[in-house]
């Protein structure tokens, strides 16, 4: 029987799950807004359909014309990609009611894990560590004051559907807390629709570690090793490794456990992420589950040598998973580089514009994601990406060498990157020594402000 998958998405993610696709020998169909007509994703599906104005609210978060994109082009499955709808439970339900499959988990598994309050509440009863918060919503002020004092300062309010690093407060004392709560719950409403909250002790200088699983429909449930994520800027991801480079056996293999753990106890189906941070003790505390592919899923890839796109896509057509926990190995060391359209020497203000010149680096375990082309126009209306810059080598000091050649060949322009922001980083002694943490960037930063001054 043929397939054909319309992918609900835009930029690399899209062109990477194109590829990927075809690979199997399935058709796609890629869906794009006006002002994305050029993009490489419409350029390189079997077939693309447009779903709207640019504004992502007109077109890839438009469930109606994405589903009606889908039936009219004789699709049976739709890849929601990572962003936009992917973590969206109406839009999942409304896929299966006109009988296509969702390449991700089920709706009800997105309800329940993807409220931060509920997932919570499962690692907990699944005997994962979590942080001391809030049992649930907080209802009012009063209640948030009340937790902060019994839990103690420093405290984090969270907005419940957020995401992105965005509807995340810290509070040091009681004053910061009153001030902090009205603005969080306005900043959710505005961008998640949800002004709900919740609050939780706020660990000091932690590294923020995710395990990559993905089960099948016959109830085999593995883990592809960690990621270290805490090289952050305003809690959005810069670089991502893996494995994590201070992370002990023990610890690796306690992480692999509880993801397992966890992912079992609600049932978990297709390719997901649980987040955790790491204190300077090396213990652990879950904080949320991702319940779709990630942007950093490459590394991942290029440790074990698997490629998560096609499982999700097996998985979804009701394949079992082509290995088994045993035959997972690290096999090296890989790192990305998310490479932005912005411009760090001005608070990374975003730099949309025409790319008048591009060379894309390459050799023995680079590979480059990116959907951008000499001439094509970065538009002002989505995420600031243009490419993901991944290499592999045998360990970790081999691979910042090869990071640092990569970069030093890539040439964007025509527009601001953080090209050689991401390059001085790879210089950098902290960075090299692996001893950083979520608070790793604000510091580097200061420090390129002081040298640009001098």
């Known amino acids: 029987m043929s397939h054909k998958i319309l992918i609900a998405n835009r930029g690399e993610i899209a062109v990477r799950i194109i590829r990927a696709a075809k690979e199997l020998g399935i058709e796609t169909v890629s869906v794009y807004s006006k002002a994305d007509e050029d993009a490489l994703h419409v350029k390189i599906a079997d077939q693309a359909i447009c779903v709207g104005e640019p504004k992502s609210s007109d077109s890839y978060l438009n469930m109606n014309h994405i589903l009606s994109a889908a039936i009219a082009t004789g699709c049976d499955a739709i890849h929601p990609g ?123 200088s932690p590294k923020h570690i995710e395990v990559q699983i993905i089960a099948d429909k016959e109830g085999n449930v593995v883990h592809l090793y960690e990621r270290d994520c805490s090289t952050q800027r305003r809690n959005q991801k810069m670089i991502e490794e893996a494995p994590a480079p201070t992370i002990s056996d023990t610890l690796r293999k306690k992480l692999g456990v509880a993801a397992i753990k966890l992912a079992k106890k609600i049932n ?67 790192i990305e580089c998310r490479i932005n359209a912005e411009d760090p020497m001005n608070g990374f203000r975003p730099s949309p514009g025409k790319i008048t010149n591009l060379f894309i680096p390459g050799g023995f375990n680079v590979r480059v994601d990116t959907h951008v082309y000499q001439g094509y126009s970065v538009p002002p209306y989505y ?71 001098e």
């Not at 941070?277 to 040598?305: A, S």
């Open 82 to 204: 990572y962003g936009f709808l992917s973590e969206n439970a109406v839009f999942v339900e409304m896929v299966e009611s006109c009988g296509l499959r969702f390449i991700g988990p089920t709706a009800d598994t997105i309800r329940l894990i993807g409220d931060k309050a509920s997932a919570k509440r499962i690692a907990k009863e699944a005997g994962v560590p979590i942080i001391m918060g809030s049992e649930g919503i907080l209802e009012h002020l009063e209640e948030a004051l009340k937790v902060a004092k019994k839990i103690g300062y420093p405290v984090m309010i969270k907005a419940t559907n957020g995401g992105g690093g965005r509807g995340i407060s810290i509070a040091y004392n009681e004053k910061e807390l009153v001030h902090a709560y009205e603005r969080t719950s306005l900043e959710a409403e505005a961008a998640f629709g949800d002004k709900s909250l919740y609050i939780e002790k706020f660990i000091e």
């Open 268 to 334: 978990y189906i297709n390719a997901g992420t649980l987040e955790f941070l790491v204190d300077k003790n090396q213990d652990y505390y879950f904080i949320e589950m991702n319940t779709r592919i990630q942007v950093e899923h490459p590394i991942t890839e290029m440790i074990t040598g698997i490629d998560l796109v096609k499982e999700q896509i097996n998985v979804a057509y009701d394949k079992p998973l082509s290995f088994k926990q045993r035959d997972i190995k690290i096999l090296g060391h890989a």
């Open 383 to 453: 995420d600031s990406m243009v490419a993901k810059v991944i290499v592999f080598e045998k360990n970790r000091r081999e691979a910042i060498k090869k990071m640092r050649v990569t970069l030093e060949q890539m040439v964007v322009e025509g527009i601001k990157t953080n090209i050689e922001y991401q390059y001085l980083i790879m210089h950098d002694y902290t960075f090299i020594k692996g001893n950083y943490d979520t608070g790793y960037i604000a510091k580097f930063n200061e420090l390129v402000e002081k040298n640009k001054n």
